[in-house]
C-alpha cells in the first residue's frame, strides 16, 4: 500500500487551485483570499500578459508583431515582490508599473498580445514555475484548461457584464483613476469577445470546472464555495 502512494502522483504534486474567467470577475481578489487563507503562492497571469504589452509599447514594438512579441516574451525582466507595507509591488526592467499595467489601455495591449499563440507558447514555462510548494492558487484564462490541466479544483468565475464593468469603475474611481461606465461596459465586451473568440487557448470553462456566478455574490460567498469545492479535491485535503 505505502509503494502504491510513492508511485502515485498526486503524492508528489504540488497542488493548484485554478481560477478562470472574464475580465472582472473578481478572480484576483478571490484568489488573494484563498491563497491567503491556505498559505499558497498566487499567479496573477493576467499580469504577465499585462506587462508583456507594456514592454511592447516601451520597446515600441507593434501589438500585432508576434515573432518580435515572442522575443520580448521570452527574455520578459519582470519582478513579483513586495514593498515594506507587505503589499504587493511589480517591477519591469527594474521600474514599478504596478499602477500602470492595471489601466483600461493595458488591459487592452495585453488582450491583444494573448492573442498570439507564439506569446502564448513563451509565457506557457514562466507561469508553470509558480507551482512551488505548499500549493498554488493560479489566475487566468486558461489556468484549467492549458497551464495547469491537471489542477485539483477548477473554478471558472464570471459574472454579468455590467456587473462586472461597475465592479471596475468603483475600483478605477478609488485609485483615482478617471472612468466612464459606459465605456466600461463597451470595453468588457470587446474584451470577452477578443479573449472568447481567438483560436488559441480561448476563455472557456473547462470541462471539469466548476462555474460561480458571482453578479450577486459577494466575495465571502465566493470565497466559501471556492473551500466547499476545494474540500472535495483529495490532492488539497491536508491544507484544509
Ligand atoms: O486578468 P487580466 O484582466 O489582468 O488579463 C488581461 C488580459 O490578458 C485579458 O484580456 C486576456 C489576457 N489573459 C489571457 O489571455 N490569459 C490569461 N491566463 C490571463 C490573461
Redo the contacts with the bound molecule.
Keep these: 500500500m505505502s509503494a502504491e502512494i510513492e508511485k502515485s502522483p498526486r503524492a508528489i504534486t504540488v497542488p493548484v487551485i485554478a481560477i478562470d474567467g472574464p ?1 472582472g470577475s473578481g ?1 484576483g481578489t478571490i484568489a488573494h483570499r484563498v491563497a491567503q487563507r491556505l498559505g499558497f503562492h498566487v499567479l496573477d ?3 504577465l ?2 506587462l508583456l504589452g507594456a514592454a511592447a509599447q516601451r520597446h515600441a514594438v507593434a501589438m500585432d508583431n508576434e515573432a518580435a512579441l515572442e522575443v520580448l516574451a521570452a527574455h520578459l525582466d519582470v519582478q513579483f515582490i513586495s514593498n515594506t507595507d507587505g503589499e504587493p509591488v511589480i517591477l519591469l526592467e527594474g521600474e514599478d508599473v504596478t499602477d500602470v499595467i492595471r489601466t483600461e489601455e493595458a ?1 487592452r495591449a ?2 491583444q498580445v ?1 492573442a498570439l499563440p507564439a506569446v502564448r507558447q513563451a509565457l506557457l514555462a514562466r507561469q508553470q514555475a509558480f507551482r512551488e510548494g505548499p500549493g498554488l492558487v493560479a489566475d ?4 484549467g484548461t492549458v497551464v495547469f490541466p491537471d489542477a485539483d479544483v477548477k473554478i471558472f468565475l464570471t459574472a454579468s457584464a455590467e456587473a462586472r464593468a461597475e465592479r471596475r469603475y468603483r475600483q478605477l474611481l478609488e485609485k483615482g483613476f478617471d472612468a466612464n461606465l459606459e465605456s466600461l461596459i463597451d470595453d468588457i465586451r470587446a ?1 470577452d469577445a477578443r ?1 472568447t473568440e481567438r483560436a488559441v ?1 480561448p476563455l472557456r470553462p473547462a470541462a471539469d470546472a466548476l462555474i460561480l456566478d458571482s453578479t450577486d455574490l459577494g466575495i465571502d460567498a465566493v470565497v466559501d464555495r471556492v473551500f466547499a469545492a476545494a474540500a472535495t479535491a483529495p490532492g488539497l485535503a491536508r491544507y484544509l
Design positions: 475580465s478572480k497571469s493576467g499580469a500578459y499585462r488591459g495585453a488582450s494573448a487566468g484564462r486558461d489556468m474584451r479573449d487557448a
